[in-house]
């Protein structure tokens, strides 16, 4: 009796042991799940870049430039020769020359050939013989036609002319132009002292260039 007192014990305690730890598992919270997996960053997407600002459009203002007065004439310019509108002895000539011998290392021969300015003379001697050979210096070609020029190699300009002695003194300036052929000076003069010696009033004409005589230096002594 005794005996099976304690063995009902026993397994009273083995069935209470038996519920006790059963238990504590059935109400144990459950294990928090450890994560293995490696988090995605978030992608940074770039922002657009920031427009550039169009400029704001300028409109030029326009300055017209200065009205410039016309150049004064000069006796180193090159006009071209009018048309004739005066002929005969109404009429301004300049000379040049018509080469007997075709060879320009021969003197001697030249014959001055009036060309005709167009330009009708004053009749007063002084203006009109300034015409004439701002005409002659301010032609700058060697020939004219088949005519010889020589004297298209200097820069001749009038300073002035005066009446002198019952014909005329004319005040030469610049700068004779000497060629390598010595029968230039003397064609040189030959066409200056024709061409102010066509007035009525020019029989005689004295030449000076830059104060000196014009024949002694153009054409040596």
Do not use: W
């Not at 109400?27 to 770039?46: D, E, G, R, Y």
């Not at 002929?87 to 005709?116: M, R």
């Not at 300009?157 to 019952?166: A, L, Y």
């Amino acid at each position: 009796m005794q005996r099976s007192i304690v063995t009902v014990l026993i397994r009273l305690s083995l069935c209470l042991m038996f519920i006790f730890v059963t238990g504590c598992q059935v109400f144990a919270p459950p294990s928090t799940p450890t994560s293995t997996s490696t988090p995605i960053p978030p992608t940074n997407t770039p922002l657009p870049p920031s427009p550039t600002p169009i400029p704001p459009t300028i409109t030029p203002t326009f300055t017209p430039p200065p009205t410039l007065p016309p150049p004064m004439p000069t006796d180193t310019e090159i006009p071209p020769l009018p048309s004739a509108t005066a002929s005969g002895e109404e009429a301004i000539y300049f000379y040049v020359l018509k080469l007997e011998n075709k060879n320009l290392k021969v003197c001697g021969g030249e014959t001055p050939i009036a060309i005709n300015t167009g330009i009708a003379r004053t009749h007063d001697a002084e203006i009109d013989v300034k015409v004439a050979l701002q005409r002659l210096f301010s032609y700058k070609m060697e020939y004219f036609g088949e005519l010889y020029n020589p004297v298209f190699r200097s820069n001749f300009s009038v300073n002035g002319v005066t009446r002198q002695d019952g014909g005329i003194s004319v005040d030469i300036g610049g700068a004779y132009v000497k060629s390598d052929n010595k029968c230039d000076g003397a064609r040189v003069r030959l066409q200056v002292i024709t061409t102010c010696k066509q007035f009525p009033d020019t029989k005689t004409c004295k030449l000076y260039l830059n104060g000196g005589s014009f024949a002694d230096l153009v054409v040596g002594k």
